[in-house]
């Protein structure tokens, strides 16, 4: 940590793990739900446990995204922070708004549209603040006057998924219609800007982990990019097949979707020569295992088995059953949990002012393991359940109640790689709070090695 | 390749792949009244659509299978349930489903009857979206057990002319969709009773004192509980309440008599 506004990202990081750990319970809850019977049924019924883990999830992977972002523009900037006191109130109205949203879908007021549950006047609240962020940010660079593609390619990614949150306070009169635009916020975020602001973290990781100079890798940024979106943009047709869009939809959203995982894959061997190059030198192992484990997962989660469903005369027999979720949990965790682990592990070291190489004690990597067995573990109950659901459901024609009494196994082993997944959490989060952060800007710099490479 | 050919792979591309995305949008805008039927978005419709989103439906059900994943798929409900039975479930849905045989219950939704009545016919509005032909096979709330429920032979083209043939086609086609509440295996009870032995079960019925209707031999009790289906109604809470019967009493509208003559050829065969 070279700049003593970096230190922001430090609340920013404590409220994504709060949250992170949050989100946790409500999982838990919600598979309980799966094996049933549930005593809460008429108190916290699964519509409220579901809506508040996945906006959860979603809330803290921003504030990660945010924090993580204060602590990188600084460096590639070679500046202060415009307004440290900004990013303060920032971060307290967007974790109030929060809470309120949280609390609000617990009384059951809620928009009702899958993840964009939040009311429309708290809505309003997220826009104002993603505004008051990008100010921030974007004065930080005027006045350094110099930014780096790294950074580019990251603050676009922010802008743009703040741009692409205007068609979710649209409201539309036709169910088809309303569908249609969720997906531009939803689909053009998670397959898409988020894309590009993880790729911005990596890179960034990457540099700094491996030690190799920027010019000759970030060129292949712009590819990645490139890819993600040459891909992305018309697969989002993926989410129009069956839903009253034209027929056209379809083979479009066959053929792009199927060229999504491309980018995932550059980003997979952008890492891995990357690696190569540099020997695996740096001291902070446990930062290169979330780097180069998110790069991998996502090849996985958000690549493969999305493949695995994307294509429509597969998507026919699938839509709408547990196999969607199979592919929700591993791209999410792969692609967004993981690199925001990453860039918290890389950073909290250099935020508490001890060396990386005096990592206390195996707490990281026990962490890591069991996040990332527990995961692996819930892909495959997601995908076993799924596959008998299409199959029982779908192919044979079972009813849907009677399917889901068979698929009871599957929920059972949900419910211990769950645990798995959630003790990692659980450890990850005890070895965040104990680093306690210095606040001593000039004890930080003094006592830290310079970074292995000038941006 | 240097950054500069890069950075244009980057703008170019995602600019191109935007304005086609932005074009074909345009198009679909184009198609979406006639592909959903927007002239049929009365304001009961419009309204139903906001008691679902208010009572986060979404968050339990699939709808067009978009949503979560922990209750059955409503895109064709109201093709497979008549209003009266959806009435009736939504106003206690614990009466219909046992937490401990399915493990798993709708808590009540405590709608008001008009929102009920605007909620069904977003549903009903929503099932008639054309939407390629999906789901490819019916998508059954409760479907018994796999021993002898007929949904798991393909629907679709009669084996031959015969109104027996025809009629058995029929019963599998959505609509009527009658096979989606009547299984012909017997003790398999879905949301209507079991019509195996029926036949027999009709002969027997328009002879017993508890008969109300008008029938005189099983051939017209069948077509008469498919006409009128409030003449007589079977015991049970799951099948009436209030002297009305929970299948829909439309069939002698949307079904010719051609029609009704095969169903009954056909349920006449289940001794």
Redesign the interface.
Same mark, same amino acid.
């Given at each position: 940590m070279r700049y003593r506004t970096q230190w922001i990202a430090y609340p920013y990081f404590v409220v994504a793990m709060l949250l992170f750990g949050l989100q946790m319970v409500f999982g838990l809850l919600a598979v309980a739900k799966y094996l049933g019977p549930d005593p809460l049924l008429n108190v916290l019924p699964f519509d409220k446990v579901k809506a508040i883990h996945t906006n959860l999830l979603v809330v803290w992977v921003l504030t990660g995204f945010m924090g993580a972002t204060y602590y990188v523009v600084p460096e590639e900037s070679r500046t202060e922070i415009y307004s440290e006191r900004l990013a303060y109130w920032q971060l307290g109205i967007w974790t109030l708004n929060g809470v309120v949203i949280i609390v609000g879908y617990l009384f059951g007021w809620t928009a009702g549209n899958k993840l964009l549950e939040q009311p429309w006047p708290l809505k309003l609240v997220i826009v104002a603040v993603m505004l008051m962020f990008l100010y921030n940010i974007l004065m930080t660079i005027r006045k350094a006057g110099r930014w780096t593609t790294t950074e580019g390619v990251l603050v676009a990614g922010l802008a743009l998924a703040a741009i692409l949150y205007l068609p979710a306070l649209l409201v539309f009169h036709n169910y088809t219609v309303s569908i249609f635009y969720r997906w531009w916020t939803i689909h053009l975020w998670v397959e898409g800007v988020w894309e590009m602001i993880q790729a911005g973290l990596l890179a960034y990781l990457l540099v700094r982990l491996s030690g190799v100079a920027g010019e000759l890798k970030k060129k292949w940024l712009y590819v990645i990019v490139g890819l993600v979106f040459i891909a992305g943009i018309l697969g989002t047709a993926h989410h129009y097949y069956w839903v009253g869009v034209p027929q056209y939809w379809l083979p479009i959203g066959g053929i792009f979707s199927a060229l999504e995982p491309l980018a995932l894959l550059g980003m997979a061997m952008f890492a891995y020569y990357a690696m190569r190059r540099s020997g695996l030198a740096h001291p902070n192992t446990l930062a290169l295992h979330w780097t180069i484990g998110s790069t991998i997962f996502t090849a996985f989660g958000a690549g493969l088995l999305g493949l695995a469903h994307t294509w429509p005369a597969v998507n026919k027999w699938t839509h709408g059953t547990l196999i969607t979720s199979m592919h929700g949990h591993s791209a999410f965790f792969g692609a967004y949990v993981m690199i925001n682990l990453a860039i918290i592990s890389f950073a909290m070291p250099q935020l508490s002012g001890r060396s990386e190489a005096k990592r206390e004690g195996t707490l990281g990597y026990w962490a890591f393991w069991l996040m990332m067995a527990g995961m692996f573990g819930m892909t495959l109950a997601f995908a076993t359940a799924g596959i008998a659901q299409t199959y029982l459901e779908r192919v044979m024609g079972l009813g849907y109640l009677e399917t889901q009494l068979k698929i009871q196994p599957h929920f059972l082993m949900l419910t211990v790689t769950g645990i798995l997944f959630t003790s990692g959490v659980a450890l990850f989060l005890w070895d965040f709070f104990r680093m306690v952060p210095l606040r001593a800007p000039a004890h930080v710099r003094e006592s830290l090695p310079e970074p292995v490479t000038a941006p | 390749?240097?950054?500069r050919?890069?950075?244009l792979?980057?703008?170019g591309?995602?600019l191109?792949?935007?304005l086609?995305?932005l074009a074909?949008?345009v198009?679909?805008?184009r *198609?979406?009244d006639t592909?959903?039927n927007?002239d049929r978005?009365t304001p009961d419709v419009?309204a139903g659509?906001d008691v679902?989103?208010?009572?986060?439906?979404?968050?339990?059900h699939?709808?067009?299978?978009?949503?979560?994943?922990?209750?059955?798929?409503l895109t064709k409900i109201t093709q497979q349930r008549g209003e009266a039975y959806l009435r009736a479930f939504l106003q206690n849905p614990s009466q219909f489903?046992s937490? *401990?045989v399915?493990?798993?219950?709708m808590?009540?939704p405590n709608l008001a009857e008009d929102e009920i009545t605007q909620v069904i016919a977003?549903l009903d509005w929503?099932s008639n979206?054309?939407? *390629?032909g999906?789901?490819?096979?019916?998508?059954?709330?409760?479907?018994?057990?796999?021993r002898g429920?007929e949904?798991?032979s393909q629907p679709g083209a009669a084996a031959s002319n015969e109104p027996i043939a025809l009629g058995e086609a029929l019963f599998r086609q959505t609509p009527p969709g009658c096979f989606a509440c009547h299984s012909t295996a017997a003790g398999v009870a879905?949301a209507g009773p079991s019509l195996a032995g029926i036949a027999a079960r009709a002969a027997a019925r328009v002879d017993s004192a508890s008969y109300t209707g008008a029938a005189r031999d099983a051939e017209g009790y069948i077509r008469e509980s498919i006409e009128q289906p409030h003449a007589y109604l079977v015991p049970g809470t799951m099948y009436s309440a209030g002297g009305r019967s929970f299948m829909p009493d439309n069939y002698r509208e949307t079904l010719t008599q051609d029609q009704i003559a095969q169903l009954v050829a056909y349920l006449m065969t289940l001794q």
């Open positions: - | 390749m240097t950054k050919h890069t950075r792979f980057f703008i591309g995602t191109l792949f935007a086609v995305f074909l949008t198009d679909s805008h *198609q979406f592909l959903t927007a978005i419009a659509k679902w989103h208010r009572k986060n439906c979404i968050n339990c699939t709808l067009l299978g978009e949503g979560a994943y922990y209750a059955p798929d489903y937490e *401990q399915h493990r798993r219950l808590p009540n977003f929503v979206i054309d939407n *390629q999906w789901p490819p096979r019916p998508i059954l709330v409760s479907g018994g057990s796999l429920a949904a798991v879905l």
